[in-house]
């Protein structure tokens, strides 16, 4: 499932932008589709646009009978009186979405151990600092486990002895839930935490659920800013001539 709201409060019509021959949504859709993963890949959007731009191109998308605050909540809607187990959420604005990241967050919930995860996402290393430092990607600290302990919009951890190296974890925008997971988040209210660093994620934490965290070799752009958008069209320029 791949929500994508067209009004975007730090970018609005981010989902829309060109982005080489294609726009940013149908870039992330097509992608998703070429990994061969699921049988069904669903956009579910609030806006008439973006119905038209995956519709008109084959794809497979719905109208949010609500309005949503967050992806997760719009994704609920639509999965309800589906009959399904596990969900995966990838962001509208994720356009470089791979098989790799996507597979491992499959097998999250396979085997024995997988009985036991509810919710699960990715993440990718940095040592950089400055980059890291940006707002707007979220980082995350985990456990021994790969279970996260905190999400947050600062850099974290805090670097405080220059004789040590420290790798930042860069948080990816991609989930996979147990349906029933997921619509519990929606009943919870909203978090302290969450409310503070407008991250989603934390309202499982503040819940007491884990996050199953899995390390990526990931090199997506997430789209927030018109600064991220020309990055990812210097990167897909790149990926195209190389």
């Keep these: 499932m791949i929500p994508a709201r067209y009004a975007a409060t730090r970018f ?3 989902l829309m932008q060109p982005l080489g021959n294609k726009t940013v949504i149908r870039t992330t859709y097509d992608n ?3 990994t061969g993963l699921f049988d069904e890949v669903i956009v579910v959007t609030d806006s008439e646009i973006i119905w038209t731009e995956i519709n008109k191109a084959g ?3 719905v109208m949010s009978k609500q309005t949503h605050e967050s992806g997760s909540d719009r994704i609920a809607e639509a999965i309800e009186d589906m009959d399904i187990d596990v969900v995966i959420n990838v962001q509208g604005d994720e356009p470089f979405v791979n098989r790799d990241v996507l597979e491992k967050l499959v097998h999250c919930f396979t085997g024995e151990k997988g009985k036991m995860t509810r919710v699960a996402s990715a993440m990718s290393k940095s040592t ?3 980059l ?4 707007n990607y979220a980082k995350v600290v985990v456990d021994n486990e790969n279970n996260a302990l905190y999400f947050s919009r600062s850099l974290i951890p805090f670097h405080r002895d220059p004789g040590e190296t420290v790798a930042y974890y860069k ?3 991609i989930y996979a839930f147990r349906k029933e997971a997921l619509l519990s988040f929606t009943k919870w209210p909203v978090g302290k935490w969450e409310r503070a660093e407008k991250l989603e994620q934390l309202r499982y934490l503040e819940n007491g659920v884990k996050i199953k965290m899995v390390l990526a070799d990931y090199t997506g752009i997430g789209i927030d800013s018109p600064e991220e958008l020309e990055r990812a069209r210097q990167y897909l320029d790149r990926e195209t001539k190389s």
């Design 59 to 61: 794809g497979k998308v």
């Design 128 to 130: 950089d600092a400055t």
């Design 12 to 14: 609005p019509a981010k």
């Design 132 to 135: 890291m430092s940006n707002p």
């Design 171 to 173: 948080h990816i925008g």
């Design 32 to 34: 998703t589709v070429a």
